[in-house]
């Protein structure tokens, strides 16, 4: 089993920013794509970015890109999320979660292709 833990979340203004980080502990796997999801309250959880295994291709939804930058240390097994010109939109429950994969350049976008996912941190951004 893989535990993944969030941490980061906070209060926020508008036009602020807030570096969420996950650590990856337990089962190890040779290599695995990580991602960013959120879900805000009566809303689907919805992509927000993700990373492949070898940290070269990533992938940003839409209302993020440009803001949000997701980053990878495989070394220390964690994913960070740096989120700047925070919105108040961008509120919500942030997840990690991890896809184990063979193929080192993949991403993974959707929430059916991850195997583990994180508890959640809580972003809140005032207008």
């Known amino acids: 089993q893989v535990q993944l833990v969030e941490s980061g979340g906070g209060l926020v203004q508008a036009g602020g920013s807030l570096r969420l980080s996950c650590a990856a502990s337990g089962r190890t796997f040779s290599s695995y794509a990580m991602g960013w999801f959120r879900q805000a309250p009566g809303k689907e959880r919805e992509f927000v970015a993700a990373i492949s295994w070898s940290g070269v291709n990533t992938y940003y939804a839409d209302s993020v890109k440009g803001r949000f930058t997701i980053s990878r240390d495989n070394a220390k097994n964690t994913v960070d999320l740096q989120m700047n010109s925070l919105k108040p939109e961008d509120t919500a429950v942030y997840y990690c979660?991890?896809?184990?994969?063979?193929?080192?350049?993949?991403?993974?976008?959707?929430?059916?292709?991850?195997?583990?996912w994180g508890q959640g941190t809580q972003v809140t951004v005032s207008a």
């Open positions: 979660a991890v896809a184990p994969t063979l193929v080192h350049t993949k991403v993974v976008v959707t929430t059916g292709g991850y195997d583990y």
